[in-house]
Structures are given as C-alpha cells and as structure tokens.
C-alpha cells in the first residue's frame, strides 16, 4: 500500500535518533573494542544504522514509480548535491585548498564514511525494477525472500564458521543493504501492535543479544550486519518510535521535522567534527572511561549538535537552492519537450 502523504513525525524522531546513534558508532571506536562496554554500545547503536536503510525502502518502494525520470533526477539530486559539497569541505579541510577536486565523488567513499551514501545512490537506481518484482509478490512470498536472503547473506557465513562450507556466492542475494531495503517494503504492509513496555524488554534483550555475538568466535563475523540481532533491533526501533510519539504537539514537531531533514546533512559532515575533536583533543575517550562514561553521549551530543548547526546553513543557503533550481531547469526541459 502506498504511504500516506502526511508527516510521519514518528519516524522523524525515529531519523534523527538514527543519525544520533551513527555518530556514536564512530566516537566508540575509541573504546576497548575487546570490552563489555563497546559491545553493548553497539548492541544500541548498530541496529540504528539499518534503520535508515529500512526508512528508505518504507517511504519509496510502496509507492508506485510512473515517472523514472523524475523519480531519479528528484532523489539522485538530493543525494549528490550536497555529497558534492561536503566532499569539497573535508578536501579543503584536508589539503587547506591545495587539492581540490569534484571528480573524487565518481571514484568513491574517500573519507570513509561515505559508503552509506553511495549503498543509498546504487538502491535508489534499483528502486523501479525491485519495485515492480516486489508489489507482485504476496506476503507469504515476500517474507519468502527475506528469509532466504538472510540465509544466503548470514547463516551461510555461520555454517562456514562452524565447519560446513557452503558454495553458493552469498553476494548474488545476501547484501545487507537490499535486504534492509526491501524490509522497510515489507513494513510498510503490515501493522504490528505490541505494548511498548514489551518493545523495551525486547529491545534490552536485543541489546544483550547483540553484545553476545560481537564477542563469540562463531557468531562474531557479520554481526554489525545482516544478523539477527540486527534486524530485531531496527523492527523494534522502529515500532518503538511509532508507540512513543504521535505527533501531538505541533511545535515540537516542527522542530523534529526541521531536525530530521538535516540529518543527511550531520551524517555528512560529522565525521570531519569528530576528526577535529581527536586531533585537539577534545573529550577524549579513555578505552576503559567506566568513570566518565557519560563523557561518550555527551561527546556525541555536542558532535550532533555542531552537525545540526553547519548541515542547517550549508543546506538552507547551498544544498537547497541549488537542488530548487535544477528542479527548475529539469521542469522547464520536460515541458519543452511535451510541446514539441
């Protein structure tokens, strides 16, 4: 079913916790990577990251694709624009203005945290023919391909890990990315009523879960991806962002969706932010920081923060503008055209 064209401010929230989380992801790479602590930080915040992908598949695949054209001019334009502009940001950071080049976007991710964004560009691309294949399979069907995906992309690898090989090429039907993607569709098809009180003892558990993995030998590789664990934690964010806020309060959820079309934006450049602060040595974390813990939310805070304040003016006076205006051009174009 296509999705409604009102706001969905929960999922807002839902968005701007996402890219909160991403940025902690990061900023714990500082810690113990063989600690308790790091594993259940990314118990929380690594299921967060395939939320994205999940929202994603949501908000586009239900709704019918007539005008490829349009479909990849409109949201390719939203992705590279302001790719373009916060690459020639670290580039000038980086080099001071020695080296600058707008040809770099075509080689790749060469900050190191940009692979998001082009998984984002190649799903996009697939988005018609996946569209088409998907709105004629039936529920059973559908949850038909997930399962064997997650097969493909997952227990494969633990069978391998537990001393049974398998040769079937799980890149052909295993990525991650498709199968968040296309697990966003399939929530959108569905309603799931579950407390919320459950939500959180399942989300605790999941987190648990999740620390587990990341430290046993067997379940260990691919755990930050096409896991359980994973997929559990995003479902259930997911359904928890939905229970916790219904849009309300008016103002606050101005404020939520102005915050949330920035988060592009943060998830750009906070990378250079968090660069910035370990070179100076801001907040730094200790790998065991048991006594300052609080020192890696607040870090990530203030990392979101700064994100929220540069993403806001480079988007209002750069980014925007200049997607409005090839908008405008590609408006004009097809018009022209219909009147030859």
Known sequence: MAKDEKRNYALDLLRIFCCYCVIMIHVSGHLDLNGTLWRLVQGIVRPALWCFIILSGYFILPNPITDWKKFYFKHLLHLIIPLMIYV????LYYSQGKSISFLSVIAGDSIGHL???YSLI?????APFLQKLLMNLNNIQLNGLLILMFFCGRIIKILAALGIPIGI???VIGDCTIFFFILGYRLSRIEINISCNIIVLMIVVNILYSAYTFSNPILVNGAAELALSMIIGSVLYYLLFLKIYK???????KIIAFVSMRTYGIYLIHMLIFQ???TN?????ESNPYQN?????LKCLIIFLLGLIFASIIDLLICKPLEKFGNYIYKKVSSNKLHL
């Open 88 to 91: 020639f940001v670290y580039q």
């Open 115 to 117: 692979w998001f964004v």
């Open 122 to 126: 190649v799903l996009y691309l697939i």
């Open 169 to 171: 090429p799980v890149t």
């Open 247 to 253: 849009g309300r309060y008016p103002i606050f959820s």
């Open 276 to 278: 910035y602060f370990t």
């Open 281 to 285: 040595g801001i907040l730094l974390l």
């Open 293 to 297: 813990i609080w020192i890696l939310p």
